[in-house]
């Protein structure tokens, strides 16, 4: 079983940045593509960004592509999530995930394609 905890979220005012950090307790986590997703009150849970396990692809949900980058330190079982110009829209509990799969050269952008849930963390942005 892989855990998988994230942290930097927090409050910040509109059109400022935050990174966030999603670390795995195994290192087997490497071998896992992974995403992010958030969700806000009230809605259903969206998929974000993703990246492979090599870290050679990435998968961006339109509402944030060319704002958020995502990356990952194999060598320190981390991914993360830059997001920049942040919008009071962007508020919501950020959760990472790992692929049902290993190995997988793709970027599922569905729920179901992941297995491995963090608890999340909230970001909050003010107007």
């Known amino acids: 079983q892989v855990l998988l905890v994230e942290s930097g979220g927090g409050l910040v005012q509109a059109g400022g940045s935050l990174r966030l950090s999603c670390a795995a307790s195994?290192?087997?986590?490497?071998?896992?593509?992974m995403g992010w997703f958030r969700q806000a009150p009230g809605k259903e849970r969206e998929f974000v960004g993703g990246?492979?396990?090599?870290?050679?692809?990435?998968a961006y949900a339109d509402s944030v592509k060319g704002r958020f980058t995502i990356s990952r330190e194999n060598a320190k079982n981390t991914v993360y999530l830059q997001m920049n110009s942040l919008k009071p829209e962007d508020t919501a509990v950020y959760s990472c995930?790992?692929?049902?799969?290993?190995?997988?050269?793709?970027?599922?952008?569905?729920?179901?394609?992941?297995?491995?849930w963090g608890q999340g963390t909230q970001v909050t942005v003010s107007s």
């Open positions: 995930a790992a692929d049902l799969r290993p190995y997988s050269t793709l970027v599922s952008t569905s729920k179901a394609g992941y297995y491995y």
């Open positions: 195994r290192s087997n986590f490497n071998n896992y593509s």
């Open positions: 990246i492979t396990w090599t870290g050679g692809r990435t």
